[in-house]
């Protein structure tokens, strides 16, 4: 079975700044989907980007992108520029490419962005 | 296009109730999932549903089950209410499934006393 791993609870970043938040994930699979979502306080998961394994580039969206290092497992986001608005809970999540389709997510970060 | 809507948004049941929660996809989407989000567990997967039959199916009790209209929109049911089944309750659609995105919906907070 596929785990998730976030080991930052919580972090904060002074606004315009730039953050990165940890997760780390175990599995035998070679092809597989990783994904950050946003939870603000309404609870709304929201998608912020993807990453499909067997890409080498790392997916970039707007002020968020990824560090996707395959062989360790790793996938972590960085948020540049941080906004008032990025503050929620972020979830890594993973998701096979076969025939499992749900997402495994981590524990979650609480990000707080400072004025 | 709608996004996915679920009904109703709060819920307070007695132990040993149950519960119907519902949950309507983005029009076109015929696979919907189901998510338990507790402080404890986190998020876990419930079940998915693709065209009225169930796909594929998390770690939870037969309590839990649910089912899919030829409309998509989704049901669940709790039986035999828990305390510890008080959580949010999300449902996310996507178009086939599979490679496709996953859109959640707000949720349902289901508190049982």
């Known amino acids: 079975a596929q785990t998730v791993t976030q080991s930052q609870p919580e972090m904060s970043v002074q606004e315009a700044e730039t953050v990165t938040l940890s997760c780390t994930y175990d599995?035998?699979?070679?092809?597989?989907?990783l994904f950050w979502y946003k939870q603000p306080p309404s609870r709304q998961m929201i998608l912020v980007i993807r990453?499909?394994?067997?890409?080498?580039q790392n997916a970039t969206e707007n002020r968020f992108s990824v560090n996707f290092q395959k062989a360790a497992k790793s996938f972590s986001l960085k948020i540049s520029d941080s906004q008032l608005g990025d503050a929620a809970m972020y979830f890594c999540?993973?998701?096979?490419?076969?025939?499992?389709?749900?997402?495994?997510f981590g524990s979650g970060t609480q990000l707080t962005v400072l004025p | 296009k709608a996004g996915v809507t679920q009904t109703p948004r709060y819920l307070i049941k007695t132990r040993g109730q149950q519960v119907t929660l519902s949950c309507s996809p983005i029009?076109?989407?015929?696979?919907v999932s189901w998510y338990q989000q507790t402080p404890g567990q986190g998020l876990q997967f419930l079940f998915e549903y693709f065209s009225e039959t169930q796909r594929n199916k998390g770690n939870f009790p037969g309590r839990f089950s649910g089912r899919q209209f030829s409309n998509s929109r989704s049901e669940m049911n709790v039986s035999t209410l828990e305390l510890g089944d008080s959580a949010l309750y999300l449902c996310?659609?996507?178009?086939?499934?599979?490679?496709?995105?996953?859109?959640f919906g707000p949720g349902t907070r289901l508190t049982v006393t």
């Open positions: 990453q499909e394994a067997y890409k080498q």
């Open positions: 599995t035998s699979e070679s092809d597989y989907y």
């Open positions: 999540a993973y998701r096979s490419w076969g025939s499992a389709r749900q997402l495994t």
């Open positions: 996310a659609s996507s178009y086939r499934g599979g490679q496709d995105e996953q859109y």
């Open positions: 029009s076109g989407h015929r696979s």
